[in-house]
């Protein structure tokens, strides 16, 4: 396994850690990619897509997870919602 998919893997474990919170209000969110220079993009899924709290379990919530378990991640970004792309 390369460091790459190390990265997604660990990633994904900190998305499962959140998933719970998402799936209570109607949500979900999908890793992307992992580009080459570690920025991470996210979709946010159902209710979280147009949800006015969404910023701040974006910020909080998963982009938080994310870094205490990949630190070394250069961005956190959410391509289908333009205030967090």
Partial sequence: MDSK???IELIEQALES???????????????????DF?????????????????MTFRAGLEE???KAVPYVASVVAVNVPALA
Avoid: N
């Fill in 5 to 7: 998919e190390k990265t």
């Fill in 18 to 36: 959140v998933r719970p919170y998402l799936h209570a209000d109607g949500g979900d969110v999908k890793l992307v990619e992992l580009t080459d």
């Fill in 39 to 55: 920025i991470v993009k996210l979709e946010l899924q159902g209710s979280c897509q147009s949800c006015p709290m969404s910023a």
């Fill in 65 to 67: 997870s994310i870094r």
